[in-house]
């Protein structure tokens, strides 16, 4: 019995590889015969292939293949050049107006994205200094000196060379999108308005160095 079992234990090892024959690839092997052809006298049955395998030319293929290009889009580029040279040469005008509310604005007549840019230089032609900004909420964070009030150094850091230092304001200048095109406004924060007459003043010195 313990020679039956090594031996049934052997066979499950080597998978009975040797005593079936393995039949998967012999499709490898198989050949294209002509079709059988029986006697009329015995009967008469077709035998015409129903899944017959077309004869296919075998081309050589080259030795090296190289990926073909596509051809580039002139046409395309031509547009896009044109329509970028007739933003740039779209006059920017920016009017200082007031919205429903009273509250000061400046209206551009381009889009946002040379609104943005236009707002940016005119803020440091006008000396004004930027401290932070966000293109995605379209806010420049600022510093806006007040004019006539300087904060004097005490006595022994005065001693020590330190000077008179002026007071700042801290702002926000937003871009906003219009039907019209876009709007400039000026914030204390987030959700605060700054005074009409600060806000004024302000757009008023962006206007001058648009």
Excluded at 55 to 77: C, G, W
Excluded at 117 to 143: C, H, Q, V, W
Aim: hydrophobic fraction near 45%.
């Amino acid at each position: 019995m313990r020679l039956i079992g090594l031996f049934v234990l052997m066979l499950s090892m080597s998978g009975c590889s040797w005593l079936f024959y393995d039949r998967d690839n012999d499709y490898l092997q198989s050949e294209i015969r002509p079709n059988i052809k029986v006697p009329k006298a015995v009967a008469s049955v077709s035998l015409t292939p129903q899944l017959a395998i077309p004869a296919v030319k075998a081309t050589p293929l080259p030795e090296e293949f190289s990926l073909p290009r596509p051809r580039a889009l002139l046409v395309e580029e031509e547009q896009d050049s044109t329509q970028l040279t007739e933003l740039q040469d779209h006059a920017l005008e920016a009017n200082l107006l007031k919205d429903g509310n009273g509250t000061p604005i400046l209206r551009l007549n381009v889009s946002f994205a040379r609104a943005w840019a236009a707002l940016g230089g005119s803020l440091k032609s006008a000396d004004i200094s930027i401290t932070d900004l966000n293109r995605s909420i379209g806010t420049y964070y600022i510093e806006l000196v007040v004019e006539g009030v300087e904060v004097k150094p005490g006595f022994w850091a005065s001693l020590f060379g330190a000077k008179v230092e002026v007071e700042t304001l801290p702002l926000q200048v937003k871009v906003n999108r219009a039907r019209s095109g876009v709007y400039i406004a000026v914030h204390k924060d987030l959700e605060n308005l700054a005074e009409d007459q600060q806000a004024q003043d302000l757009l008023t010195r962006i206007q001058e160095t648009l």
